[in-house]
């Protein structure tokens, strides 16, 4: 077992609550970082002599001993006044010159290749990201950074319903319209769903029997290359995007599209 020297307690003449006289009777109590867990603390280097903890504090208010702690953790301080109420509190406080907790983060960020990224992989880790492939872009995958190839997810897919509307999820994602009793798609007005500018959504009628109305409740839908405004229509298997251009206008452009 390796101990590193606790910051708070080796020399350190503890006051009381006013600052005006030592803590004498107080104690200074150690505890596994972020809880009420008491942990156990050594007299010196070589950790081979528990000490009481809460330690009690002499006449000076300082510890009567060096204080050591098990390394590769950190932890929460408390010093007491002789009736047990906090006076001050420090946590999350790490070992002096830790060598594990260095070393960990020393390790991954030397040990990474050129181009790769560091990131928290847990608590006190840091990990390192490698480089992509081509064309992939950084991602999230279980919580946690990753590469992944650019995909156009589904986002909504419309069954046993006869309309429908594109979401704020929606947003760079595609709507499969699979039921052929489906008849309409209505883009809400700006009013009501605020799409930011540059929002695109695909659409996709993946179903061989009818026709799929594509309108707009009272913004502008214009056809791409034609100019017209107004409700479309998207043929079986057709499949059309929609892009806002601002904020009130929405430009429509596709395969099987009237």
């Not at 006076?87 to 594990?100: A, L, Q, S």
């Not at 540059?198 to 056809?223: E, F, P, Y």
């Amino acid at each position: 077992m390796s101990v590193v020297m606790s910051p708070i307690g080796n020399g350190d003449e503890f006051f009381n609550a006013n600052g005006t006289l030592p803590n004498t009777g107080g104690f200074l109590a150690i505890y596994a970082a972020g809880t009420s867990n008491l942990s156990t603390v050594y007299t010196d280097y070589t950790g081979a002599t528990p000490q009481t903890n809460p330690i009690p504090l002499n006449t000076d208010g300082r510890c009567p001993y060096e204080v050591w702690w098990t390394a590769g953790a950190t932890y929460k301080v408390v010093l007491l006044d002789s009736s047990s109420a906090i006076i001050r509190t420090w946590d999350n406080i790490p070992g002096i010159n830790d060598p594990i907790l260095i070393g960990v983060n020393a390790t991954n960020l030397l040990g990474g290749a050129a181009g790769s990224i560091p990131y928290q992989s847990a608590a006190n880790v840091t990990a390192m990201l490698g480089i992509g492939a081509a064309n992939q872009v950084l991602s999230i995958a279980s919580a946690l950074p990753a590469w992944q190839y650019p995909l156009i997810p589904i986002t909504q897919t419309l069954s046993a319903v006869t309309t429908g509307a594109p979401a704020l999820t929606d947003i760079g994602g595609a709507i499969r319209i699979t039921d052929t009793s489906f008849t309409t798609l209505t883009i809400p007005a700006n009013a009501s769903v605020a799409f930011p500018i540059g929002s695109s959504v695909t659409i996709l009628n993946d179903q061989g029997t009818a026709t799929v109305s594509i309108a707009i409740t009272s913004d502008t839908l214009v056809l791409a290359n034609v100019g017209t405004t107004g409700t479309r229509s998207l043929a079986p298997f057709g499949m059309a995007t929609i892009l806002k251009v601002t904020s009130t206008r929405w430009l429509i452009n596709g395969v099987g599209l009237t």
